[in-house]
């Protein structure tokens, strides 16, 4: 059993909110969204990866000393040892917690049932997730992963990465009613970095 990492950040105050955290960036990701700026993770196969058992026997070192541990990426549903690495840190008695744009809802509704709080990277409208992931059918995938996660009862927290360029005032408006109205919760807007897009053309610099 072994996922693929590409990175590892081994404490972090802002990845859970409220939890003292490190964080596996799992390597590959099957959507290819223009503003994405952590595009070396995007490949499945690169030269920089970690090896799982190594990050895992760090993990090991930090009982007591860290809250949990959280799976990010990449889109961390694509691994299809995912589970089985989240069992592997539960057993060590940390929390889970688990960045996705809800890429794979299956892998993703398998995993929910040991993961503690999921940040959830809502896009774009759900008719105009291609604008931004490239990747056709995206969106019908990321909402049924929302549905899932709306009806699994586990903690979550909703955010949209915002370029000015790909999502405009009104629509931005529009997907936070949507959101409040379906999911009876806020949206958190977080910044763009607009100097390192995988899409060169959206830098503003």
């Given at each position: 059993m072994a996922i693929s990492v590409g990175g590892f950040e081994p404490l972090t105050t802002i990845d859970y909110p409220d939890h003292l955290a490190c964080v596996v960036f799992t390597q590959g990701c099957g959507w290819r969204c223009r503003y994405c700026h952590n595009h070396d993770l995007i490949p499945v196969e690169t030269d920089a990866q970690?090896?799982?058992?190594?990050?895992?026997?760090?993990?090991?070192?930090?009982?007591?000393?860290?809250?949990?541990?959280?799976?990010?990426?990449?889109?961390?549903?694509?691994?299809?040892?995912?589970?089985?690495?989240?069992?592997?840190?539960?057993?060590?008695?940390?929390?889970?917690?688990?960045h996705t744009g809800?890429?794979?809802?299956?892998?993703?509704?398998?995993?929910?049932?040991?993961?503690?709080?999921?940040?959830?990277?809502?896009?774009?409208?759900?008719?105009e997730y291609e604008k931004i992931t490239q990747t056709p059918k995206s969106g019908d995938k990321a909402w049924a992963s929302l549905e899932i996660l709306l009806a699994s009862g586990v903690d979550y927290q909703l955010r949209v990465t915002r370029h000015p360029g790909l999502i405009s005032d009104q629509q931005l408006l529009q997907l936070k009613k949507l959101i409040t109205e379906s999911c009876q919760s806020d949206l958190v807007v977080q910044t763009c970095d607009l100097n390192d897009c995988l899409d060169v053309a959206l830098n503003i610099v």
């Open positions: 970690f090896k799982w058992r190594d990050i895992l026997e760090f993990i090991k070192l930090r009982q007591g000393l860290l809250d949990a541990v959280v799976f990010s990426g990449g889109e961390p549903c694509l691994q299809s040892d995912l589970y089985d690495a989240i069992l592997q840190v539960k057993a060590l008695g940390f929390k889970v917690g688990l809800g890429a794979y809802p299956k892998r993703f509704e398998q995993c929910l049932d040991q993961v503690d709080w999921v940040g959830f990277d809502i896009k774009h409208l759900p008719l």
